[in-house]
């Protein structure tokens, strides 16, 4: 075993896993919250990526872990994380439950000031919420942040791999800073990192009319494709302007006729036809996709090669319509 992989795992196994397990703990706690939402027997289980990582490299000598993230980055995700949770004690009491649409503009306002590309609003279906996490509103505020598309272009590499822990680090900041901003107008929040969280996000941006899934189970949204990662805010807040409809269904038809994404991904992990567990319809095979994706800094190429990532919305929609 060369030096570099022995003391990668050395830093594995006495400083990162046990992190991350305190981290899957706290999450945990959200559960016992009294009154807490919880999961229905059928919810997905959060797939923790990093424990997954460190698991097949530890197990697989072929692999290494070329995803290197600095120990600051990684201090701070974990820091926010964890603020996201016992943040949850400042809640007020009571908590308002109503509010206007002039504070709606005004928190709108607020959260792209701290970088955020899109706000969608929906109802939580206790199907979304991971097993053994605790949700204490229904009333979901998704936020969605842009990932740099000149780094998604170098995929896969340490820049794109770089910029995607980055992404998460700031977004993972700036849910935490809007939950306290809705706090101190007197409305219960509790915020759910980016990293993880307590609930399966595509689906829930879905609902809350942010874009469409598309064949290569990332959201598509209108303003910068799938080159976006999310995060939600659950609140008090029972009139907020909840999804009705979604206008992006179209892009089902579009990843019909597209296969880009399953063309191009060197494991052939994508397919054409889902596959159900549970709630969760997914068209990636986990097991070819993620050995290729621990090995080469998060991968990414169905990001990169995807039409909506590199043409506008506007014009793919036209493409289906002719
Ligand atoms: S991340 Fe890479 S390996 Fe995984 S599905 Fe996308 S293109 Fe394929
Ligand atoms: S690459 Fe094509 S098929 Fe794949 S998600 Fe994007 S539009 Fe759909």
């Excluded at 926010?80 to 206007?100: A, D, F, G, H, L």
């Excluded at 896969?156 to 101190?184: C, H, Q």
């Excluded at 169905?302 to 506007?314: I, L, N, Q």
């Amino acid at each position: 075993m060369g030096l570099r992989r022995t003391f990668l795992l050395g830093v594995m196994k006495h400083f990162a896993i046990p992190r991350i397990k305190k981290m899957v703990e706290r999450d945990h706690s959200t559960s016992r919250i009294p009154g807490a939402i919880l999961p229905t027997e059928t919810s997905p289980t959060r797939f923790v990526i990093p424990l997954e990582m460190m698991k097949l490299i530890s197990t697989r000598d072929d692999l290494s872990m070329n995803l290197a993230i600095p120990v600051r980055r990684m201090m701070s995700i974990l820091k926010n994380e964890e603020y996201s949770v016992e943040s949850i004690s400042k809640n007020p009491t009571p908590v308002r439950t109503e509010t206007t649409e002039s504070f709606v503009e005004e928190m709108e306002d607020f959260a792209k000031g701290l970088g955020i590309g899109s706000v969608g609003y929906t109802r939580l279906s206790e199907n979304l919420i991971f097993q053994n996490m605790g949700v204490l509103y229904k009333n979901a505020i998704v936020l969605t942040m842009e990932m740099d598309s000149d780094k998604i272009e170098l995929a896969p590499s340490p820049e794109t791999g770089d910029m995607i822990m980055r992404t998460y680090d700031e977004l993972g900041i700036a849910t935490n800073k809007l939950a306290d901003f809705l706090r101190s107008h007197g409305y219960g929040a509790q915020a759910s990192h980016p990293i993880g969280g307590l609930v399966l996000y595509p689906p829930l941006a879905q609902s809350a009319g942010l874009g469409w899934l598309g064949l290569h189970g990332l959201l598509i949204t209108p303003e910068f494709g799938p080159r976006v990662r999310f995060s939600a805010i659950f609140t008090s807040i029972e009139n907020l302007p909840f999804s009705e409809r979604s206008e992006h269904e179209w892009i089902e038809q579009y990843c019909k006729k597209c296969g880009r994404c399953m063309r191009e991904c060197p494991t052939q992990a994508i397919f054409e036809e889902p596959l159900v567990e549970g709630h969760r319809i997914t068209h990636i095979d986990r097991e070819k996709c993620f050995p290729y994706f621990t090995q080469y800094y998060g991968c990414t190429i169905c990001v990169k090669v995807c039409p909506f990532s590199r043409r506008s919305y506007d014009e793919l929609r036209k493409r289906v319509k002719e």
